[in-house]
């Protein structure tokens, strides 16, 4: 259909891309556009209103991207969650040890409550990130949109917005993910240290707390490993 034609700008002629309208040469002779071909500038105004560029609403773009900053948000509030109440389960635990305890474990239980906590708020932080540069990509892809229709005074409102939104989100993200590199050897060493503990635990002597450190271990590591994968999904 006509209302299908395409063009693209090149320097002084335009490519039709689609459809095939006629325009009339220098010779004002009637000459079909076919796919691929180069129109000269000044046979656009012969175009009719039916044959011009198709301007298609921004709704469908606006939605995409809101269903993934949804997504975003959904696996970033429930893995913040968890990690705050892994952090809340742990304090508890470390001021439950009994004095008896021949092994440490009070101190592995603190030392994993803070780097939780940790790790809950370098989620937070990662996604406010997330939710900016989101915000940003849909700015650049309407903007593109925009330049394709040859509505470049809104394109470039919505490239500045762009650039604007990706170069405060590119900035902020540095000092969670340097946090999240710590953070996780962190907790890394401290998982080492407490297998360590509970395993040389006395389950009579320490109120199962060896035992429990098992349980919220196997919990803290599938929480780490879905966080991450989320994280990884979300970026692509």
């Not at 939605?63 to 952090?87: D, E, H, P, Q, V």
Request: with cysteine.
């Amino acid at each position: 259909p006509r209302s299908s034609l395409v063009t693209t700008m090149l320097g002084g002629a335009v490519h039709a891309a689609a459809a095939s309208p006629m325009y009339f040469n220098q010779g004002n002779q009637p000459i079909p556009i076919v796919q691929g071909q180069v129109v000269p500038m000044e046979a656009l105004g012969e175009l009719g209103e039916d044959q011009a560029l198709p301007r298609t609403s921004t709704g469908p773009i606006l939605s995409r991207f809101r269903n993934a900053s949804k997504m975003i948000l959904l696996s970033g509030l429930c893995s913040t969650t968890f990690y705050l109440l892994i952090c809340t389960v742990y304090m508890w635990f470390s001021f439950s040890v009994p004095p008896s305890c021949n092994a440490p474990l009070d101190n592995v239980y603190f030392g994993l409550a803070v780097l939780n906590f940790m790790m809950g708020t370098i989620m937070a932080c990662f996604l406010c990130a997330a939710h900016t540069m989101l915000s940003a990509m849909s700015h650049g892809v309407i903007a593109d949109k925009y330049r394709y229709e040859g509505r470049e005074e809104e394109a470039s409102s919505e490239e500045s917005d762009y650039e604007t939104e990706a170069k405060w989100a590119s900035g902020v993200v540095l000092v969670p993910s340097c946090l999240y590199l710590i953070t996780m050897n962190g907790l890394a060493a401290y998982w080492t240290f407490g297998v360590f503990e509970a395993m040389r635990a006395d389950d009579r002597l320490c109120d199962g707390a060896g035992f429990v450190f098992w349980v919220l271990l196997g919990l803290n590591m599938m929480n780490c490993c879905l966080s991450s994968s989320s994280g990884a999904g979300a970026y692509q």
